[in-house]
C-alpha cells in the first residue's frame, strides 16, 4: 500500500459522496468510475 507523502490533498465528503453515487449507477462509463475511484482513495478513512 502506497502511503501519501507530502501530497496530502483529500476528497472532500460532498465530492466522495457523488463518486459513491457514479460507482454504483450500473449505466456510469468506465471513465467516470475510474476517476470515482481516484477520488475515493484520496478520502480519509472515517470511523
Not at 459522496?17 to 476517476?35: E, Q
Request: hydrophobic content about 35%; overall charge positive; proline content about 4%.
Amino acid at each position: 500500500m502506497a502511503k501519501r507523502g507530502s501530497n496530502q490533498e483529500v476528497t472532500s465528503k460532498k465530492a466522495a459522496s457523488a463518486a459513491s453515487k457514479v460507482l454504483r449507477d450500473p449505466k456510469s462509463s468506465k471513465a467516470a468510475k475510474t476517476a470515482a475511484g481516484s477520488a475515493l482513495t484520496q478520502r480519509p478513512n472515517m470511523k
